[in-house]
């Protein structure tokens, strides 16, 4: 019931800064947090930042602090990552994730994902 359509990903410079997008759509209010991970070749999806959407209190990966900015627009339904600073190890698709509050399920929804490469 709830759809995720992200976009803005694409090839980027080492060095470089791409902004991704995650619009949702229907029962946008059910929704607790979302998130932003990411999945590179043989590894395993990792979680990159968090956010949630009533009180905007995030959460990010060590990997990316002080680099990756998650928002949110709740007007829009959507979430933003900011990407400054990129290095060849952010290469990875990158997947939006939503989690509604308990009283509505719990659900877990992912976007479709969309493909990060950053150059040396």
């Known amino acids: 019931q709830v759809q995720l359509v992200e976009s803005g990903g694409g090839l980027v410079q080492a060095g470089g800064s791409l902004r991704l997008s995650c619009a949702a759509s229907?029962?946008?209010?059910?929704?607790?947090?979302m998130s932003w991970y990411r999945q590179a070749p043989e590894k395993e999806r990792e979680l990159v930042a968090t956010?949630?959407?009533?009180?905007?209190?995030?959460n990010y990966a060590d990997s990316v602090k002080g680099r990756f900015i998650i928002s949110r627009d709740n007007v829009k339904n959507t979430v933003y990552l900011q990407m400054n600073s990129l290095k060849p190890e952010d290469t990875a698709v990158y997947y939006c994730h939503a989690r509604t509050w308990p009283h509505v399920g719990s659900r877990d929804y992912w976007g479709q994902g969309t493909q990060v490469t950053v150059s040396s």
């Open positions: 229907r029962f946008t209010l059910n929704i607790k947090d």
């Open positions: 956010i949630s959407m009533a009180g905007g209190s995030t």
